[in-house]
Nanobody, 112 residues
Framework: QVHLVESGGGLVQAGGSLRLSCAASGTIVSRPAMAWYRQAPGKQRELVAIITGTGTTNYAESVKGRFTISRDNAKNAVYLQMNSLKPEDTAVYYC??????WGQGTQVTVSS
C-alpha cells in the first residue's frame, strides 16, 4: 500500500507561480511512474503531467512551457512547478502513482 500526500496549493493571482509537492510513503517496490492530474468544477479529471521512473516527462498541451514536473527518488517525492498561472488552471490537483494510488488532492485557485 502506498500513501500519497500533496501540499503546496493555494490562492494566487494570474501570472503567478505555485509549487506542488507529493510525498509517497508505504511499500514502494520500484520507481513508479508518477503524475499530476487536476479536476475543475463540473469537469472530468485530466492528466496534467507525468514522469516515468527514469525521468521521461510528458505534459498536457494546455500546460506545456508553463509547468514542470520533477521527482526526487531518494525522497519518494514528485513536484509540479507551475508558472504563468491562468484562471483556467483553477482545480483540485491530485498526485497519482502507478499502479493506481491517489492522493487526497490540493486546491489551486488562480484569480484574474
Amino acid at each position: 500500500q502506498v500513501h500519497l500526500v500533496e501540499s503546496g496549493g493555494g490562492l494566487v493571482q494570474a501570472g503567478g507561480s505555485l509549487r506542488l509537492s507529493c510525498a509517497a510513503s508505504g511499500t514502494i517496490v520500484s520507481r513508479p511512474a508518477m503524475a499530476w492530474y487536476r479536476q475543475a468544477p463540473g469537469k472530468q479529471r485530466e492528466l496534467v503531467a507525468i514522469i516515468t521512473g527514469t525521468g521521461t516527462t510528458n505534459y498536457a498541451e494546455s500546460v506545456k512551457g508553463r509547468f514542470t514536473i520533477s521527482r526526487d527518488n531518494a525522497k519518494n517525492a514528485v513536484y509540479l512547478q507551475m508558472n504563468s498561472l491562468k484562471p483556467e488552471d483553477t482545480a483540485v490537483y491530485y498526485c497519482h502513482s502507478t499502479p493506481d494510488y491517489w492522493g487526497q488532492g490540493t486546491q489551486v485557485t488562480v484569480s484574474s
